[in-house]
């Protein structure tokens, strides 16, 4: 490690694969923003520093002070600060009196002393030269007397080119995740807070900001997304220079956060980064990230393996010989993975009471889980559990022993979601038993899964002092999931928070899969998961065939539509199959046999969306060499000809062969053109340079249908 003490202004860079970020670092400040964004040249910086290049406006201060890593309040910067803090009402102005860089391979670690107010910040920025993604957090450390009240710790304060004129950010509701939304960014603050305790349905914390112009595939975009589980707030503002500062960090609560002398407060991570290639490139960026960060058992991703969950088949009614026969079925289908589902708990007939009670129904299950869990895993599959640790139902044992367990603020009402209540797991007694309760489980029977659900909003979430706990509980729960996989390192962990209410790169850092949303209506599903994977890879985004019509919307689709939208995530059955018609039984098998053989294409590759207009969307997984190219028509086509699909990331001076992987039904093959018929034999050659340019005719397709064309080097 390299320790930087200087005195006189002078430039530090980080380079990556295809970005690069240049600080200016004037003494005894915070380091300036001088530049991120496409790769430099090494040794490319300033001509000269940012003070000196730029002279002063009428009106304006003596002192100028420019967008920097930390920009403080009180002291000339009038945007938002990356904190807001005092003392008792004291000491809530914040300069740097002293600074350093420490700087060790692609990491900066930026410290800076403030002996006026009495504190130390220390802001750290990875750039992975992989993957291109900036990693930023800060912490922040009260070195004075006194309590310092923490009203706002930015996790990273990062600079946006003037030229970035839209915002895109993903709001929603339970069933209708991840819904796309643009903004014109202009001189007023785009601001998007969340409350509710969990990452939350209608508000991720991310966005993507947008170049003039900048499509899915071409000219400059940037990303961020803030790596945590519960509140949160993000911030875009123009400021003097015309550029943009874009702050990501926790929202506090009031009270929330007071730190006693040399206590310290981390922030979460930012995960950000920046493309020349559009939206599709900062997700690819995302990806390798995300896919780095990930902790697997024994180290290593294995084969996604195809998923049955019961929900939707049973709900509460569970009848161990019908799990048993449905258990045989999926095994014949080809299912590797059996999850049982919410109802397999004391006196859980309803979601109106027995949350917290963990242990099996006695009259569901007179000799406990273990024939069920035998009988799948002697089929052959692995064995899965639901479990919702972090609430419980005012009709419980445990509530009725333990009723102070509950988040709750003195003299005010309990308010129930989906007729619970949240546990604070910020006490110890509570997080011991459920510590306690889950680990015998997993003790006494081969699960190899938990679906961890968390079906509601905080509110009241007071602790045992009054005080604001939801960065606690969020802390909390962290800890628990720890240690739970210290205690079964083998197990595997589902985040679900009704569907996709807790999706964020914190929950993933000790979990494997998301529930992207409990909505399985294909068409809706689409939406989600094109959202989704702009953020997560596809290999951790649960996604499963559901009943027709949808339970969620009661809209119908045949079942190749269904599966064929499901297949690009971690591919799952949320049904009964027992219950399907032959044909569409012979569909499924052929689409889990689809998806087994070309997973490794689908989760280990890199992925691109598009819009191929006229009603049609297309998704592709893989590499420019070898690509599946899944084609969705969701609306019947007003064209005569619909336009041509192009696919720009293939190479330009390579052949390829085309050919389907799965050809459209029969039923509407005739009216396949010759080309088209070619596709379904021995495929066709075609030119990268014109598939990109000029784009691959499109099948004729019924609405809510599939194609899959395979493209592989010639």
């Not at 088949?313 to 059996?338: C, I, T």
């Not at 889980?369 to 445990?398: A, I, Q, R, Y």
């Not at 602790?463 to 720890?482: E, H, K, N, P, S």
Request: glycine share 8%; proline share 7%; with cysteine.
């Amino acid at each position: 490690m390299i320790e930087e003490n200087r005195r006189e202004p002078s430039f530090v860079a980080l380079h990556g694969r295809a970005t690069s970020l240049v600080l200016e670092t004037p003494p005894d400040e915070a380091p300036l923003w001088r530049y991120w964004g496409p790769r430099l040249p090494e040794g490319a910086v300033p001509p000269s520093g940012l003070r000196e290049a730029r002279p002063t406006p009428s009106f304006s201060l003596d002192s100028d002070q420019p967008l920097s890593v930390f920009p403080a309040f009180g002291v000339g910067w009038f945007y938002q600060p990356a904190l807001l803090a005092h003392r008792d009402g004291a000491d809530f102005a914040h300069q740097p009196t002293a600074s350093r860089i420490e700087r060790n391979a692609n990491t900066l670690r930026i410290v800076l002393d403030d002996a006026i107010a009495g504190l130390e910040i220390a802001v750290s920025l990875t750039l992975d030269p992989q993957s291109d993604v900036l990693t930023v957090s800060t912490v922040l450390t009260n070195r004075g007397e006194g309590v310092l009240d923490v009203q706002w710790l930015a996790a990273a304060t990062l600079p946006l080119p003037g030229e970035a004129v839209r915002v895109r950010y993903y709001s929603g509701r339970h069933n209708r995740e991840f819904e796309i939304n643009e903004e014109a960014l202009s001189r007023a603050i785009w601001r998007r807070e969340n409350r509710r305790g969990l990452t939350s349905h209608d508000a991720f914390p991310g966005a993507l900001a947008l170049t003039a112009g900048a499509g899915e595939d071409h000219d400059l975009v940037y990303g961020a997304q803030l790596a945590w589980s519960g509140n949160h707030a993000q911030t875009i503002e123009r400021v003097d220079d015309g550029r943009r500062q874009w702050q990501l960090g926790e929202w506090l609560a009031p009270g929330e956060v007071r730190l006693a002398p040399d206590e310290t407060l981390h922030s979460p991570e930012v995960l950000a980064t920046c493309s020349l290639s559009g939206a599709n490139g900062v997700a690819r960026n995302f990806h390798r990230a995300i896919r780095a960060r990930m902790n697997w058992p024994g180290g290593a991703m294995k084969p996604r393996p195809v998923h049955l969950n019961t929900w939707e088949a049973f709900y509460f009614n569970h009848r161990p010989d019908e799990l048993k026969s449905l258990a045989q079925d999926a095994a014949r289908l080809g299912v590797e993975r059996f999850v049982l589902d919410d109802g397999w708990f004391k006196g859980r007939d309803n979601d109106r009471s027995s949350l917290g009670d963990w242990t099996p129904d006695r009259k569901k299950y007179p000799d406990g889980l273990k024939p069920l869990v035998e009988h799948v895993t002697g089929l052959g599959m692995e064995f899965g559990l639901w479990v919702e640790p972090e609430m419980v139902n005012p009709d419980s044992d445990l509530f009725r022993a333990h009723p102070e367990w509950a988040l709750q603020i003195k003299g005010r009402p309990l308010i129930t979601g989906r007729n619970q209540l949240v546990l604070d797991l910020t006490r110890v007694g509570v997080s011991d038993y459920l510590f306690e309760s889950i680990s015998a489980l997993l003790a006494a029977l081969p699960i190899a899964y938990l679906k961890w659900d968390h079906n509601r909003d905080l509110t009241t979430a007071g602790d045992a002092a009054g005080r604001a706990a939801y960065r606690r509980q969020v802390l909390a729960a962290y800890a628990l999931i720890d240690r739970l996989r210290a205690a079964h390192p083998d197990v595997e962990i589902e985040a679900c928070a009704g569907g996709g209410g807790r999706i964020d790169a914190g929950i993933l850092q000790r979990t494997h899969r998301f529930w992207a949303s409990d909505c399985l209506d294909a068409v809706t599903r689409l939406s989600v998961q094109r959202g989704f994977l702009q953020f997560m890879p596809p290999e951790v985004m649960g996604s499963h065939v559901g009943a027709a019509p949808a339970h969620a919307t009661g809209r119908a689709q045949a079942i190749e539509f269904r599966a064929g939208v499901a297949a690009t995530g971690h591919f799952g059955l949320e049904l009964d199959p027992r219950a399907l018609e032959p044909n569409d039984r012979l569909a499924l098998e052929r689409w889990i046999a689809f998806y087994k053989h070309h997973r490794t294409v689908l989760h280990g590759g890199d992925v691109w969306r598009g819009d191929a207009g006229a009603g049609a969307v297309w998704q592709a997984h893989g590499s420019a060499q070898d690509l599946l190219v899944l084609i969705y028509r969701i609306e019947p086509t007003a064209e005569r000809h619909p336009p041509n699909m192009k696919l720009p990331m293939l190479e330009r001076n390579r052949a390829y062969r085309a050919r389907y992987a799965v050809p459209p039904r029969l039923a509407l093959f005739s009216g396949q053109s010759a080309f088209h018929q070619a596709l379904a034999k021995d495929g066709a050659k075609i030119d990268g340079a014109w598939l990109a340019e000029a784009g691959l005719p499109m099948p004729p397709m019924h609405a809510e249908s599939v194609v899959v064309l395979r493209l592989t080097a010639a």
